[in-house]
């Protein structure tokens, strides 16, 4: 289901029948999950997260990090892999799977993290799959 860079354009239908209705409402209807209640926030094998409605990679293990915010936090995203816009209210900016427009939560600047960008990807994990390094071994 990789991508390898091109759009991945679905109709509704089309997602329903793929995407378990919360993945349609977080990945679609730009819903969020309750907070600490996702499978990848205090998870830290190694390998990739994919987007869980097209499988396009879009975060290394080595960039996530335990941010106590109760979502999966990750520093930065795979290069050309994740979108960012305005929220309409102003005051955040989400980000989204750049092949398929799926929401994946939002990015904050300037917490004061001690990441290599001082940004953390607030990711819901009904958004994500994780792939291990283990089984491309």
């Not at 979108?83 to 989204?96: K, L, M, Q, V, Y």
Request: charged share 25%; aromatic share 10%; proline share 5%.
């Amino acid at each position: 289901m990789a991508t390898n860079g091109l759009a991945v354009e679905k109709s509704e239908e089309e997602w329903r029948a793929i995407l378990s209705p919360e993945q349609f409402h977080i990945l679609r209807d730009k819903g969020t999950e309750p907070k600490g209640t996702g499978h990848y926030d205090k998870f830290y094998d190694d390998g990739v997260y994919k987007c869980a409605g097209c499988g396009t990679p879009l975060y290394k293990s080595t960039t996530k990090f335990s941010s106590g915010c109760g979502w999966p936090a990750f520093f930065e995203g795979l290069p050309g892999a994740i979108n960012r816009a305005a929220d309409p209210d102003g005051r955040r900016t989400e980000i989204t799977c750049a092949a398929c427009g799926g929401h994946l939560g939002h990015v904050f600047k300037g917490e004061g993290f001690s990441t290599p960008t001082d940004e953390r990807h607030c990711v819901n994990s009904v958004s994500i799959k994780f792939v291990s390094d283990k089984s491309s071994a």
